[in-house]
């Protein structure tokens, strides 16, 4: 198609991603996906990452996840191309497309219905096809290659919350890849279906509390390990669940209709109750990212929620702070 990005690009190009977007028309038109989150926060330099940013200019009073994103593109000039949803995922991605843009980077921009349409994602979504020169069939093509995987990973999540084979901490690792499949899908269904084989000769573990994790993904480190290490067990992670596409639709705009993330809160509402029955749930922790406009969500998920709830508000990359150990531990303590 004239004027793609997959015209621009050479075939094998990395594109990255500033949130989950229909990856399989990234992968049909023959591109590679790189979650810029996952790159930015798996980076053992992700704190530095942060202060450089700001060194160049962008304020301290925003979202230190767009920070990330920004000072990992300019560690990886290979990615000369980015995909950013001004609709549906963050308030700032729209100044750092432009930012991005007047730096030479190639933005392409995705944008979920406000409110939720299913018409308007539908011509949406053909759009998007037509931006990157992907075909309609080479994109059913990939859906239903990576349905199988999709399966998978909701294997993955039942032997979290039924069996306890699965840790929270490894749920999380493996649904938030599931954003780009870790840039190539083959890769990552061996490698995940060599992780289910091992899962399930563990041992079951029913005891201790059970909890969940809802809002965007903590930056904090070592969350999962701290709540384990006090007698509990993260056993529904909201945000990632919803980037594997648990649903079994029928086609890609239906898939991603049902996807909770990007729209009002009602559908998420409607996904957590449906978690706190199904997974016998002691507890809510909402994790809260300072700067992020998602921060007033709180109130409506105190509201509608009827299940203890503690929120967790994190800033920058690293191991929880004092603070937030002692009111995790408070928090643990009430409940027990």
Aim: hydrophobic share 40%.
């Amino acid at each position: 198609m004239p004027g793609s990005l997959s015209r621009l690009l050479s075939p094998g190009s990395k594109v990255g991603l500033t949130t989950t977007i229909p990856v399989e028309v990234v992968l049909a038109a023959g591109l590679v996906p790189v979650d810029l989150n996952n790159l930015f926060i798996a980076s053992p330099q992700a704190l530095q990452w942060v202060s450089d940013a700001e060194a160049e200019g962008l304020p301290r009073t925003i979202c230190a996840w767009i920070k990330g994103i920004y000072a990992a593109l300019a560690q990886h000039p290979e990615i000369r191309a980015v995909i950013a949803a001004c609709q549906g995922d963050c308030s700032y991605t729209q100044a750092l497309g432009e930012i991005l843009a007047s730096r030479g980077v190639t933005v392409v921009h995705f944008n979920y219905p406000y409110p939720r349409d299913k018409a308007r994602l539908a011509q949406e979504m053909a759009e998007f096809m037509a931006q990157l020169g992907a075909e309609p069939a080479a994109v059913a093509a990939l859906q239903a290659k990576l349905a199988p995987i999709r399966q998978a990973l909701a294997e993955l999540d039942r032997l979290t919350w039924e069996t306890g084979q699965v840790s929270g901490r490894e749920n999380f690792l493996w649904l938030i890849s599931s954003s780009d499949f870790e840039g190539d899908p083959d890769s990552f269904a061996l490698r995940l279906n060599n992780f289910l084989q091992e899962a399930v000769t563990r041992p079951p573990v029913k005891d201790g509390l059970r909890l969940g994790l809802i809002g965007i993904p903590p930056i904090f480190t070592d969350l999962w390990d701290h709540l384990e290490e006090l007698g509990a067990q993260v056993v529904f992670n909201e945000i990632p669940r919803q980037f594997s596409l648990p649903h079994h639709d029928g086609d890609l705009t239906e898939q991603y209709y049902h996807y909770t993330y990007p729209y009002d809160i009602t559908l998420r509402l409607r996904d957590i109750a449906q978690a706190v029955a199904q997974r016998r749930l002691d507890g809510l922790i909402h994790y809260t990212q300072s700067f992020c406009f998602r921060q007033m969500y709180d109130r409506l998920l105190r509201e509608h929620l009827q299940l203890p709830l503690l929120t967790l508000e994190g800033d920058r990359p690293g191991p929880l702070d004092s603070r937030s150990r002692m009111r995790l531990e408070a928090f643990v303590d009430v409940l027990r």
